[in-house]
């Protein structure tokens, strides 16, 4: 099969992956909505095993429910080149954000069992569950419980909206979370991440190849306002104290104070509950997120700080206001060798490339800590992602995969 041949090969194999991953999705015609360790992760997992097995790779899960495919290397217990993403989802999102780059694990692992590659490091496909935080608080639960950033304690603790626990919807689709789950550091050579851009800027330029530079720094609060309940009808203006009209205020306040932050620092309110949340009741009880990004620690810590002064500013007059801090990732930087063999891969291959910063967060953030990342962006149609518009092109993909092949054998190598 000449380049061109593989190359199309390739695209039709990831045509029918993201389709078939697709398929999982418990808001079918409105997105992808896969949360982890729903009955949809379940059949997700069980796909991405198979293909694993298909490639005729180790195929296990931690204690955490991470899914690794490995190809041993010939030298006797070294450390792998892990090659992967999340499959879990946002609510109602996009078929691409994460399974892009659990797919390209896969097929990296592949064209490595198809030319009889032997290689010295080992290789390992993975697939990380709750990079979102779409079910479990904070997101990145998988890499960091791998990586015990978060502990097996932490993890087992951790509650859904529903009180349910990690570990009780882990067994309710038949996982075990007794097995081994935080692994050693040193053993992990390396990191390769294939993503989507979710962003407007390779589109634009035409260009289909990102190699990341910079991941931002992040952080999520939790504000919970508390009042008293009403009588929508029967009590007085004056006599109110409404946790609604309290929270709205730090709320509308939010993109005021991202603005004068600078460096591009962002806040966005995702996720927000009212209760008794009736309509003739004067709310009671509100609790939201506030999700802050920016380029330079110095703008992620003075935006957190601010944000927190403007909850508290709001308290008084029987309004009560809690911030709780869910996550702090400073800013990352990719690794300088892996770049800059992405570089000569995508250059070799004859691809088209530029550097790029993510203005989203991912597995690779929680890795640079402890191995040498890279990562690659495609470009997403419109720029668009986090819901059902989400698309990119499979031929993007595939020669991300290429390039990916490309340094992957070299990092197994050496
Ligand atoms: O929120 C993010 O940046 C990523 O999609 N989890
Ligand atoms: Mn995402
Ligand atoms: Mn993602």
Redesign the pocket.
Known sequence: MNMRERTNDLKQRIERHIEAIAEFTSTPGNGTTRLTFSEQDRQARAYIKQVMNDCGLDVREDGFGNIFGKMEGTIEGAPSVLVG??FDSVPRGGAY??PAGVIAGLEVARLFRENGLKPKYPLEAVAMIE??GGRFVGGLLGSRSMLGVVSAEEFAATTDKDGISTVEAMRAIGLDPTLPGKREAGSIKAFLEL?IEQGPILEEEGIPIGIVEAIVGLTQVQVTVRGSAGHAGTTPMERRADALVAASKIVAALPELAARQGGGTVATVGRLNVLPNGANVIPDRVTFTVDLRAAREEDVLGILEKTEALAASAAGAGIEVDVERQLYIRPKRMSDRVRGLLESASETLGFVSRPLNSG?G?DAMIFSDFTEVGMLFVPSRGGLSHCPEEWSDAADIAGAIEIFYETAKKLTEA
């Open positions: 993403s999340h954000d994460g990079e979102e993503h989203a991912h």
